[in-house]
């Protein structure tokens, strides 16, 4: 079974933090995303990477930036927490091609106070 | 991004079928049709996916039109697990840059 494991469940943050969450898959898959899940809003794509070294921006990407130095690590970062990046964190990964499956992690709750 | 249209919310009983719509007029050539569903405090987790042909996996069917402007996601015997948000999406060419909408919140009733 694939596993996507995000590195903390629930963080607390004060604002003006800076704040890394991280995503680990086991299934040697090319593309990671990071998502950004809030009420009314639904999930909203921050940043992806198709490979090692690469990223590019999603549909929300200001205020957070990236990192994929190795295949099975994606890590999201919050240079600068504001209170309204207090939301849920979702990590995905996928095969890339034609294969339709994006595997989640169980999502990363943070709190910006 | 082509854009899918899916009711807000929806209601069936256990042990009956039940058929999500999703319309997505502008879909190109190219573009596949996801369904992914999230249940309560998980991530969303993947579905079926298709582009021409109805299409059958152990968790439910797709039918999709013929001029595929609209598809159908069926859950053959709904049970309590069932219980979710559903997402349709479309996708360029089955890339996995994937934009979610609201989806449909299915309440599935004993």
């Known amino acids: 079974d694939v596993k996507v494991t995000q590195s903390s469940r629930y963080l607390v943050k004060r604002t003006g933090e800076k704040v890394f969450l991280e995503c680990v898959q086991d299934m040697d898959h090319e593309n990671m995303f990071w998502y950004r899940q809030d009420p009314g809003l639904g999930l909203r794509l921050i940043y992806f990477?198709?490979?090692?070294?690469?990223?590019e921006k999603g549909d929300i990407p200001e205020g957070y930036s990236v990192s994929r130095e190795k295949k099975e690590r994606f890590s999201l970062i919050l240079e600068s927490a504001s209170t309204n990046q207090t939301s849920m964190y979702l990590c995905a990964t996928g095969a890339g091609g034609r294969s339709g499956e994006l595997f989640f992690g169980e999502g990363s709750r943070l709190t910006v106070l | 991004d082509a854009k899918t249209t899916q009711p807000n919310s929806m209601e069936s009983n256990e042990e009956e079928p039940v058929h999500l719509p999703c319309n997505h007029s502008t879909i190109s050539g190219t573009d596949y049709i996801h369904w992914y569903r999230q249940l309560p405090s998980q991530g969303p987790e993947y579905v079926i996916h298709?582009?021409?042909s109805n299409v059958n996996n152990r968790m439910a069917s797709l039918a999709i039109a013929e001029d595929r402007k609209s598809s159908t996601l069926i859950l053959h015997r709904a049970t309590l697990r069932d219980a979710a948000v559903y997402y349709c999406?479309?996708?360029?060419?089955?890339?996995?840059?994937?934009?979610f909408g609201q989806g449909t919140r299915l309440t599935i009733n004993p």
């Open positions: 999406i479309l996708s360029w060419q089955g890339a996995q840059k994937l934009v």
């Open positions: 990477s198709y490979d090692v070294k690469m990223k």
């Open positions: 298709g582009l021409t």
